[in-house]
């Protein structure tokens, strides 16, 4: 919690923005519950109830999100799709993931069907924030071929199991927070979560295994610094 104490105060709010901010990051930086940050605030000195806490998660986890989506480098033009059943209320749905090249999520869509209407409606959405991609890599899902015919004529699709790799990776810290702290109360809720979540652990987790101690320090510090820096943005 260095954030500058000259940050102003959020209209509304008792506490500083950058306690705030500090929430939102470590509940979404190491998966944990309302409960684990309200402890951690605790021990602080910071006394704020876990529903007050869930609430900052709410409002605040999706202008981090926005920020770091506005300023992330351009996406690559190789994606990589996948989706993934998660179970909400007794019923499946299916988690649709988009990451690029690098790893970078380009977007999540949580929706009730695994099909070719449901696999259009994610592509599109896509395409109209990102441009029409140069290859694209699936596995082998029927429901994905008429769509990327239709709305990317142009792209190179790869439909094989074992070329998807990269995103199969993506979707372990979902499993990570399901396991830790049990499944999505709604549809609503995991798209509003997850969309934030896969956000943020661009900047904050970097491919460790692929950098030096110094380099990942520095990575860490240039995050902790975009952190700050979108903490000052942060309006009520």
Request: net charge positive.
């Amino acid at each position: 919690m260095n954030t500058p104490s000259s940050m102003p105060r959020l209209k509304g709010y008792r506490f500083p923005r950058e306690i705030v901010a500090y929430a939102v990051w470590v509940y979404h930086r190491f998966a944990l519950s309302t409960a684990d940050v309200e402890d951690l605030l605790a021990d602080r000195g910071v006394m704020v109830s876990r529903d007050t806490i869930r609430k900052w998660v709410n409002r605040f986890g999706r202008h981090f999100a926005d920020c770091i989506r506005r300023d992330r480098p351009a996406a690559g033009d190789k994606w990589h799709l996948d989706e993934v059943v998660i179970p909400i209320n007794g019923r499946k749905y299916w988690l649709w993931r988009a990451v690029d090249a690098n790893g970078d999520v380009l977007d999540i869509l949580v929706q009730p069907q695994r099909n070719a209407n449901a696999a259009r409606r994610f592509l599109a959405r896509l395409i109209d924030r990102f441009g029409e991609p140069r290859v694209i890599i699936t596995d082998k899902l029927r429901s994905y071929f008429r769509p990327i015919r239709d709305l990317a004529p142009g792209a190179d699709h790869r439909a094989h199991k074992g070329l998807n790799n990269r995103i199969e990776g993506s979707h372990r810290p979902t499993r990570k927070r399901e396991k830790l702290l049990g499944r999505f109360k709604s549809p609503r809720q995991a798209q509003r979560f997850l969309a934030a979540h896969d956000q943020i652990n661009i900047v904050f987790r970097p491919r460790r295994y692929q950098l030096s101690a110094v380099s990942y320090r520095h990575a860490r510090s240039d995050a902790f610094d975009l952190w700050r820096g979108y903490a000052a943005k942060m309006t009520a």
